[in-house]
């Protein structure tokens, strides 16, 4: 079955870098574009990036320029590097992909951005 195991939360101060990763497996991972999402509390769950199984990259506004996708198809993980952070981005983060099994999504990493 498709499993997406996601790592790298922790806590940073404002200003600070995080490194999340997504292990995936069950799929063939090059073939897919793989998002990741961020979830804050008391709010919706919103699409943070995507990168397509080329390398092709998109972002949301508020993290375009601090946030890079990329992807390791040898490995079949995909990574957030997070520079830059604020508070604001302080937010449970979860990996997805689409395949014909449907929407899946990973247990998702806890980012906290405090002084």
């Known amino acids: 079955q498709v499993q997406l195991v996601e790592s790298g939360g922790g806590l940073v101060q404002p200003g600070g870098s995080l490194r999340l990763a997504c292990a995936a497996s069950?799929?063939?991972?090059?073939?897919?574009?793989m998002n990741w999402y961020y979830q804050a509390p008391g709010k919706q769950r919103d699409w943070v990036a995507s990168i397509t199984g080329d390398g092709g990259t998109h972002y949301v506004d508020s993290v375009r320029g601090r946030f890079t996708i990329s992807r390791d198809n040898a490995k079949n993980t995909v990574y957030l590097q997070m520079n830059a952070l604020k508070p604001e981005d302080t937010a449970v983060y979860y990996c997805?992909?689409?395949?014909?099994?449907?929407?899946?999504w990973g247990q998702g990493t806890q980012v906290t951005v405090s002084s």
């Open positions: 069950g799929f063939i991972f090059s073939n897919n574009v």
């Open positions: 997805n992909t689409r395949t014909s099994k449907g929407n899946n």
